[in-house]
């Protein structure tokens, strides 16, 4: 090898890497823990440590790189993380940057990422309910995503766009292809999902839809595809802010199972906090069967901070011909 060639590929490497050629970015996320006392409907008490009961933490780094003209590559990475014990992801096996992975362009047309990116139809679940994204006391994330859907939060392989933040109508559409099949299997197909959302003063509104009919998750071996679509509503009076939701699941194949859902719920502020009230009911029906699962929650988030907060929340959960389900949980978060 030329000593030339050597100066060459020096001079480019410290090209690259110097500050100048460098994305901006930043390193944030979110860290959540509580002790609980809880039991699944049909099983017994236990105490523990959760880790992400108000909301799942997680370590990020997102960044950009001004292109000129308004033109901006941007790009995103987000790992869940278990402090109750130290491990990444939600759950064993869990992919390392599992929350979101992506990268793509953003400007006035709005914004397109290409990798692995969080759905529309997750993200008007989590903004219409006054729990938000707490899997452990929000009605509507556990009666959809550990209940009626067969869907995860984020997509692999996938594409979405977002309009501009700042219009009024909020446009989002995602779609993904499935993983590579082994040879001589058939192509199991494609998602597609959507949302569209109005804002204007204390008022919000969004309607979402998705098909899926490729998932990480197990599905029934005769599973064809899955077609969900969802209404949401809040409205600021000041005093209290109230939400509501409904919507329908349709599950092709393994039974044909049609779900009805809906939810209720306020934040009322109370000085620094919040008191969080939440009603959830789902009912799913097959050609030979019924199951309803009622979900109610109550807590208290007080906020220390703009960054860190305190919380004390119970829920109780009733399925159909299971005993009754109960969660207490005292916890802190710290978002930076």
Partial sequence: MSRSFVAAAVVAAATICSPEARAQSVLYGLVDAAVSRSRPPGGEYQYQLDSGDMSRSFIGFRGSEDLGGGLRAVFKLESYIRIDNGDAGVYAGDAFWGRDSNVGLSGEFGTTVLGRSVTPFYLATVNFNPFGDSFAFSPSLRQYYAGALVDDRSWNNSISYTNNPSDALRISVAANVAPPQPAGAPDIGRNYG???????????????????????????????????????????????????????????????????????????????????????????????????????????????????????????????????????????????
């Fill in 194 to 336: 959507g949302s569209v959302a109005y804002i204007s003063g204390p008022l919000a509104a969004t309607l979402a839809i998705e098909r899926v009919k490729n998932t990480p998750f197990p599905v029934p071996a005769s599973f064809s595809r899955q077609l969900a679509i969802q209404a949401g509503a809040a409205y600021d009076f000041t005093f209290m802010r109230i939400y509501g939701q409904v919507g329908r699941v349709e599950t092709d194949g393994g039974g044909d199972t049609r779900t009805v859902l809906y939810q209720l719920g306020t934040a009322v502020p109370i000085g620094n906090g919040l008191i969080l009230l939440s009603y959830g009911s789902s009912r799913a029906r097959t050609p030979s069967s019924q199951i309803t699962d009622r979900t109610g929650s109550i807590g208290y988030d007080y906020f220390l901070s703009k960054s860190t907060d305190v919380y004390v929340a119970a829920m109780r959960e009733k399925t159909f011909m299971l005993s009754s389900g109960n969660t207490l949980a005292g916890g802190v978060r710290l978002r930076f």
